[in-house]
Antibody
């Protein structure tokens, strides 16, 4: 059974860089079969797809975040990472990793990141 | 960017009855449409992909239909565990986009 688990700081100061990790078990991120995705959800609001990465190195980022975001893989640890630069309060959200490049299944449980000084 | 619009925003239905949720795309997405269920405090769970294919482990009480710009999620005979927020998502065009959600509440 595939399981994804996000980890990272719960509180980040404005203007800093947010760094999150997603550890995958039950599947190999370098199998090439799937894309691996990050999605976020501000508390009480809807879902926003951030972008995804494939083992081949192919990435796609939502245009509104493209200048600030990067997604990478560490195949030795079976992890994917998200970095979001120059964060503001508007980046406060639950951040989820998920498997898939079209529909997303399964999802990690999510981690809440609050941007505050 | 394709805008996904869900209706209604809130749907009140009695247990045992049928619920019909709608999702409209601002331009055609073929059948590249997924539905998710999100319960309070949990991550979303995939219900439907390809507009009508049920994900593994999803009961037959959930069914999806539609193509192009109009889609429907039907939940027949609602159980207590089905009351949640439901999102549609298109994956036909980048960037992939979600609807704003329909909250299904107990009447």
């Amino acid at each position: 059974q595939v399981h994804l688990q996000e980890s990272g700081p719960g509180l980040v100061r404005p203007s800093q860089t947010l760094s999150l990790t997603c550890t995958v078990s039950g599947d190999s991120i370098n199998s090439g079969e799937f894309y691996w995705t990050w999605i976020r959800q501000p508390p009480g609001k809807g879902l926003e797809w951030i972008g995804y990465i494939h083992y081949s190195g192919s990435t796609y980022y939502i245009p509104s975040l493209k200048s600030r975001v990067s997604i990478s893989m560490d195949t030795s640890k079976n992890q994917l990472s998200l970095k979001l630069r120059s964060i503001t309060a508007a980046d406060t959200a639950f951040y989820y990793c998920a498997r898939g490049g079209g529909w997303f299944d399964p999802w990690g449980q999510g981690t809440l990141v609050t941007v505050s000084s | 960017e394709i805008v996904m619009t869900q209706s209604p925003a809130t749907l009140s239905v009695s247990p045992g009855e049928r619920a019909t949720l709608s999702c409209r795309a601002s331009q055609g997405v073929s059948r590249n449409l997924a539905w998710y269920q999100q319960k309070a405090g949990q991550a979303p769970r995939l219900l439907i992909y390809g507009a009508s294919a049920r994900a593994i482990g999803i009961p037959a009480t959930f069914s999806g239909s539609g193509s192009g710009t109009e889609f429907t999620l039907t939940i027949s005979s609602l159980q207590s565990e089905d009351f949640a927020v439901y999102y549609c998502q298109q994956y036909n065009n980048w960037p992939y986009t979600f609807g704003q959600g329909t909250k299904l509440e107990i009447k």
